[in-house]
């Protein structure tokens, strides 16, 4: 085999049916080598067994940068949520990229991106207090980060003390003829939340990211998840 024949292969080896072919630094990148190294492996009359074998040694290094640098992105980080209703007011989602001239390019942008992704996100309080991590291998972040900020919670989980005022038709009474009673009521998620971050994540991956993360955080909200995770 001479250095042609085996550019060649590796070309229709990497190639997308339906795309165009890959061009000369698509592959270069592939094989780990430069420009001129691609040129200089097709000039080659007859391809040794040591040449081979160095060639193979720079497709595992190209590879393992490539798992390296693609295994987890950030997406966004410590996004303020600017929540909107959506349908009859029930349910929220994060932010609203707007339509036509009230159109915003920076979440039109970041909606995109959501929607094109799988990995993990992680729900912040006010004070940078998680409150929620969470993943998605199915369906996108944008999808599933939606879902998860409507989500009602264990009743064990996401509790905080407030007054139950009444929601009927009724007069107001005085402090002194009603004692308010402060009492723990469940909120849903979008009631606390003020941050999101959200990383795109290997598909191999995402389950272990999650695990690290619930694990990382020295929090009671998210560590009730522990004894429900398994690794992989």
Known sequence: MNGKEL???????IAVAGSPAPTDRAVAEYLGISITGLANWRSRE???????????????????????SEAIKPIVEFFQIQRTTVGNGSNCRIFD??????????????????????????????????LYT??????????????????????NLQRILRVQHPERR???RTSDEMRRQIRP?????????????????????????????????????????????TWG
């Open 7 to 13: 550019i060649d292969q590796v070309r229709r080896s």
């Open 46 to 68: 007859m391809v040794t067994t040591r040449q081979m074998v160095g060639l193979l040694t720079a497709v595992v290094k190209a590879s393992k940068r490539r798992t390296e």
């Open 97 to 130: 990229p707007g339509k036509g001239e009230n159109e915003h390019p920076y979440l039109t942008g970041l909606k995109r991106e959501l929607e094109r992704h799988r990995g993990v996100y992680i729900f912040y309080d006010s004070r940078g207090r998680a």
């Open 134 to 155: 969470g993943k998605t291998k199915a369906q996108s972040l944008w999808k599933e980060i939606n879902l998860a900020y409507n989500r009602d919670r264990d009743p």
């Open 170 to 172: 009724q007069d107001f």
């Open 185 to 229: 009521i469940n909120v849903r998620l979008h009631e606390l939340a003020e941050y999101v971050s959200a990383y795109q994540v290997s598909e191999g991956m995402i389950g272990d990211i999650e695990s690290l993360l619930i694990r990382a955080f020295p929090n009671d909200l998210l560590n009730k998840k522990i004894e429900n995770l």
